[in-house]
């Protein structure tokens, strides 16, 4: 299936029960479609919901809300029922944002183009961290639940773990002369896989983050631009070549090529609630869905049962000094905004 958005979009998210997926665009709109098997696409919402791009895009609240990040600087929460919005928080972080992620049930996360990472209350409706992680734009975030860390990739190189228990960033790794794009954990917390520019997959032991403990090179040279944990032994991975294509890690294989979404960048990879379905957006304007049962055919689909690893992580080294980077290169432009200030309001009516 291919739905048609009309712009180049940046992010998209499946509802985490219904079959719904939203994207956010260039030009500051949010859109929401219902999606069936074996019929056309149909489109539920359309909300301008930013000034600038709409970058960041995931559902909260048991999908009763979506929320929304840009470089004007602002996150929206958006009824989805209604499309109206439920609350906006003008100045959320002092530059562009970047990403939004999911932790808890009650906490999502953000980071914006300056590498600074933010947690977001939603039942206390405020702020409650602020991580001055990294010297460049945060890339991919992702959460480890049971040890309640934050890993982030940022365009400076670095890769960096935040306890939200201490509130404190716990470590990060030495500079990577790569830009880290995409970020996944996989071996059952044993492993952390980082997708760079270059195409090179770093595989760090979780622990121990100053450096990588293996590089699988052979996707390179086109970036991996987005990753997608199938099971503990598999990721998906989306290139700017515009192929998808499944991976194994340890042993490190590309397994079979799945898709070719077009000839131009994967912006997002993300599965439906129910995993029938693999989405993909790139910068030919369309989001794809892909029958994932179809994509896998001949490639093994059988999911392999690992034996369960300790990945509480906190035996994990802690760094005194934080490693200081070069700048990197693909920066996305950014539109400065002020400092964030009161954000008792925010999420107030969810």
């Given at each position: 299936m291919e739905i048609d958005l009309g712009k180049l979009p940046f992010d998209l998210d499946f509802h985490p029960s219904h079959q719904l997926v939203a994207a956010g665009l260039i030009s500051g709109d949010l859109l929401l479609y219902r999606y069936a098997a074996d019929s056309t696409p149909?489109?539920?919402?359309?909300?301008?919901?930013?000034?600038?791009?709409?970058?960041?895009?995931?559902?909260?609240?048991?999908?009763?809300?979506?929320?929304?990040g840009s470089p004007d600087c602002s996150i929206l929460a958006t009824d989805v029922e209604t499309g109206s919005a439920i609350a906006r928080l003008e100045n959320s972080h002092g530059a562009a944002v970047n990403r939004i992620v999911n932790l808890t049930e009650s906490t999502v996360a953000s980071g914006d183009d300056d590498g600074c990472v933010k947690v977001w209350d939603t039942r206390q409706r405020s702020c409650c961290n602020s991580f001055e992680a990294h010297e460049e734009y945060i890339s991919d975030m992702?959460?480890?639940?049971?040890?309640?860390?934050?890993?982030?990739?940022?365009?400076?190189?670095?890769?960096?773990?935040?306890?939200?228990?201490?509130?404190?960033?716990?470590?990060?790794?030495?500079?990577?002369?790569?830009?880290?794009?995409s970020v996944v954990i996989m071996k059952n917390g044993r492993k952390v896989i980082c997708g760079t520019q270059t195409g090179t997959l770093l595989l760090y032991s979780w622990g121990f983050f100053k450096d990588c403990?293996?590089?699988?090179?052979?996707?390179?040279?086109?970036?991996?631009?987005?990753?997608?944990?199938?099971?503990?032994?598999?990721?998906?991975?989306?290139?700017?070549?515009g192929l998808i294509s499944l991976v194994g890690i340890l042993p490190n294989r590309i397994i079979q090529p799945i898709a070719e979404h077009s000839e131009y960048p994967i912006e997002r990879l993300a599965f439906s609630y129910d995993r029938k379905f693999l989405g993909s957006i790139s910068h030919d304007?369309?989001?794809?869905?892909?029958?994932?049962?179809?994509?896998?055919?001949?490639?093994?689909?059988?999911?392999?049962?690992?034996?369960?690893?300790?990945?509480?992580?906190?035996?994990?080294?802690?760094d005194d000094a934080m490693a200081k980077s070069s700048k990197g290169t693909k920066m996305k432009n950014t539109s400065k905004g002020q400092d964030f200030s009161n954000t008792s309001n925010f999420f107030a009516d969810l």
């Open positions: 149909q489109r539920q919402l359309k909300v301008g919901a930013h000034t600038e791009s709409c970058r960041a895009v995931r559902f909260i609240n048991e999908g009763r809300a979506i929320v929304t992702t959460f480890a639940s049971d040890s309640m860390k934050l890993l982030a990739t940022s365009g400076d190189g670095t890769l960096s773990v935040c306890n939200l228990r201490s509130n404190k960033i716990q470590t990060q790794s030495e500079f990577s002369e790569d830009e880290l794009l403990s293996d590089r699988f090179v052979d996707l390179s040279p086109n970036s991996v631009d987005a990753l997608l944990k199938l099971d503990e032994d598999r990721v998906i991975t989306g290139s700017e070549n304007q369309l989001l794809k869905l892909w029958d994932l049962d179809d994509l896998l055919q001949g490639s093994g689909n059988s999911k392999t049962q690992s034996a369960v690893a300790d990945s509480d992580g906190d035996e994990m080294d802690v």
